[in-house]
């Protein structure tokens, strides 16, 4: 099994940016994604990233959010930037499709002035 630990998270104005990582304890070789859960909403997908390196981006965040992954280091990353308040949530990582046993705790990111 894997665990996943996300950081990075924190309070930044509007405008702002953040970069978030995952870590996973071992290797995945399959696709990737961030997913978020707004307060009083339900957990939504955000973006992916697949083995072969493409990318798909929930329309709320394209063109400002960039996901990445070092497959050498077990790590993926999210590039926020223009943050925007609506943009605040908890913050995981899991796979795609996501597997139930491999969510972890999430990072919380606030945007606010």
């Known amino acids: 099994q894997v665990q996943l630990v996300e950081s990075g998270g924190g309070l930044v104005q509007p405008g702002g940016s953040l970069r978030l990582s995952c870590a996973a304890s071992?290797?995945?070789?399959?696709?990737m994604s961030w997913y978020r859960q707004a307060p009083g909403k339900q957990r939504e997908w955000v973006v992916s990233?697949?083995?072969?390196?493409?990318?798909n981006y929930a329309d709320s965040v394209k063109g400002r959010f960039t996901i990445s992954r070092d497959n050498a280091k077990n790590t993926v990353y999210l590039q926020m930037n223009s943050l925007k308040p609506e943009d605040t949530a908890v913050y995981y990582c899991?796979?795609?499709?996501?597997?139930?046993?491999?969510w972890g705790q999430g990072t919380q990111v606030t945007v606010s002035s």
């Open positions: 899991n796979t795609f499709p996501p597997l139930r046993d491999y």
């Open positions: 990233i697949l083995s072969g390196g493409r990318t």
């Open positions: 071992r290797s995945i070789v399959t696709g």
